[in-house]
């Protein structure tokens, strides 16, 4: 199997393990194969922590590379405990030991062979990622580098991890797959909570924190008094407290408050000092795309020359259309995370530093695309496109200075997948040319509804001449937050300006079709619907409003003009 498929099993397993919370099953006891060869090591420590806890690690290795030191590749998982048990004798381990690195993989604090209580991502969580890294580095036969990858969850720990920054020197690379990078971002859009989508069922996170609260924490097998699952479940939920995961992942009040804060990566990207690879699927609807670019786009990398490190020595970006299991699927993973780790963790010039840095998959109608390269991201040759929402449904690059106000009911029912019945339609002429959509369109609405707690789902298509539709992007945004996720502001009766940061995406529109904005207020197979009311957007200068609605695309290649 290669080895890109091998991960992306791993991160498919993962999802997996957040779905099976309502009938969780009884890890599997299996051991790891025995040595083939007397140089090969195998051995389990634990590990202490914060608390008085201890992690417990899976360590293989062959002792033959010993004398020469060995850097290490860790995953540090809470999916143990809830899934078949992930040994340090795994794909990753298969490729990367016969080379001469140690392969290790611990159990995420509170989780499988790990004592203390699980965090959700938070402070207790980070420092036992540190504190394992740090014990790692100082084995004796260890080169005192450390990298981390995984899937999922696997690759936000060590995103937290490397948010530590100058704490954790010993982290030298990063490889995150469909990894969170700021939790609040998981659970809400724009403080909107989201729910289920068409993609496939659940994959969309909705059950991750009953995860924490309830399925991580001990399997039936481990329970050596032949407890009910129920009650091993309440036993260990009091031990932790654990209502407070599942409380703040399900709250209607989407405040941005401290729980979020400690658990956001991205306010931290500064810190980081680690060599990066992010790996993300575009079609990625459980962990959103943009929790990798808007990672890409906030970390810094380092200017040679200069007395103080201010940031990554590199940083590589790879964005297939895959899903959650598919960041790293095409032919040029392998050979790309196999120069990353020699050059972070051998020091070996294998040339990765200079590739890149962003290797993206577009789409466009017809289906996936190739591959291309760019210097950063956002991409350095997209300009943006502004298109105005006017009368008639029409989307162009004028604005009406005599526009009307288009109206809807909603009734928290709509989605994006049937008909339009409750929301507005625009649509642009047909381009000229082909057109390239790369990164986040952002929907500045004027906007005006009967209702508190209301919101707004933009979604962005494409539309073949024959009226076919194909999504591009999505958007979401709680009105009452328009101004911020610190604090709710409602506000009805009366104009506001409401922008909405869609979902990003690489997508190409074909000449002859035609670009469309669908504007609604519940997009009810992706996100829990707000309130009902009636929505009033307006279209161009009306009473009360200087410039209409407008439309704003990342566009490469776009027309001169649209019509």
Not at 94 to 115: E, K
Not at 202 to 210: A, I, V, Y
Not at 364 to 372: I, M
Not at 530 to 545: H, R, S
């Amino acid at each position: 199997m290669h080895l890109s498929r091998a991960i992306a099993a791993l991160v498919s397993g993962s999802v997996a393990a957040t779905l099976a919370v309502a009938g969780v099953t009884a890890a599997s006891t299996a051991q790891p194969a025995a040595a083939a060869e007397s140089d090969q090591v195998y051995e389990v420590r634990y590990v202490p922590t914060v608390g008085d806890a201890v992690i417990r690690v899976e360590i293989w290795r062959d002792a033959s590379y010993d004398a020469e030191k060995q850097p290490v590749i860790l995953t540090y998982s809470p999916y143990n405990s809830i899934s078949e048990p992930e040994t340090a004798r795994d794909a990753v381990g298969d490729t990367f030991v016969p080379q001469g690195y140690a392969r290790a993989v611990a159990d995420v604090l509170g989780t499988r062979g790990s004592t203390g209580c699980w965090d959700y991502g938070g402070p207790k969580e980070q420092q036992s990622g540190v504190d394992v890294v740090k014990w790692l580095a100082d084995r004796k036969w260890s080169n005192g580098k450390v990298g981390m990858i995984g899937g999922s969850y696997n690759g936000t720990t060590a995103s937290m991890v490397a948010a530590r920054g100058a704490e954790v020197p010993e982290l030298k690379a990063i490889v995150p797959i469909a990894a969170i990078s700021r939790w609040y971002g998981y659970a809400y859009g724009n403080g909107v909570r989201y729910f289920l989508n068409s993609q496939e069922p659940s994959d969309e996170g909705f059950d991750t924190p009953l995860a924490f609260d309830f399925g991580f924490a001990k399997t039936v097998a481990a329970d050596p008094m032949g407890q009910t699952f129920a009650d091993t479940v309440r036993d260990r939920a009091a031990e932790c407290g654990s209502g407070e995961h599942t409380e703040e992942g399900y709250s209607r009040n989407p405040d941005y408050d401290k729980f979020w804060l400690q658990r956001d990566y991205r306010k931290d990207a500064r810190e980081f000092r680690a060599a990066v690879l992010l790996a993300h699927g575009w079609q990625d609807y459980n962990v959103k795309q943009e929790e990798a670019t808007e990672l890409f786009r906030k970390i810094p990398v380092d200017r040679p020359g200069t007395r103080a490190v201010e940031g990554v020595p590199f940083k590589l970006m790879h964005l297939t259309q895959g899903t959650h299991s598919g960041g790293t699927d095409s032919k040029q993973w392998d050979g790309l995370l196999q120069r990353f780790f020699a050059r972070t963790l051998k020091g070996e010039r294998t040339g990765v530093a200079n590739e890149g840095p962003v290797i993206t998959q577009g789409r466009t109608s017809a289906g996936n695309g190739k591959f291309t390269t760019a210097a950063d991201y956002p991409l350095p040759s997209t300009r943006s496109t502004r298109l105005w929402l006017r009368d008639g449904g029409r989307l162009t690059d004028r604005s009406d200075r005599s526009g009307q106000v288009g109206s809807y009911r909603e009734t928290g029912t709509s989605v994006e997948e049937a008909p339009l019945v409750n929301g507005l339609s625009y649509e642009s002429a047909p381009v000229a040319r082909a057109t390239r959509v790369v990164g986040s369109a952002v929907f500045r609405a004027k906007i005006r509804v009967s209702s508190a707690t209301m919101h707004l789902t933009p979604v962005l298509v494409d539309i073949a001449p024959d009226g076919t539709t194909s999504t591009i992007a999505r958007g979401f945004l709680h009105l009452d937050y328009r101004n911020g996720l610190g604090t709710a502001e409602p506000s009805t009766d009366r104009w506001l300006n409401a922008s909405v940061r869609l979902l990003p995406q690489d997508y190409t529109v074909a000449a002859g079709h035609r670009i469309g904005l669908r504007v609604q207020s519940s997009n009810a197979v992706w996100a829990v619907p707000g309130n009902p009311g009636t929505v009033d957007i307006a279209q161009g200068a009306v009473k009360g409003v200087d410039r209409g609605s407008s439309l704003r695309l990342p566009t490469i290649g776009s027309p001169a003009r649209f019509r």
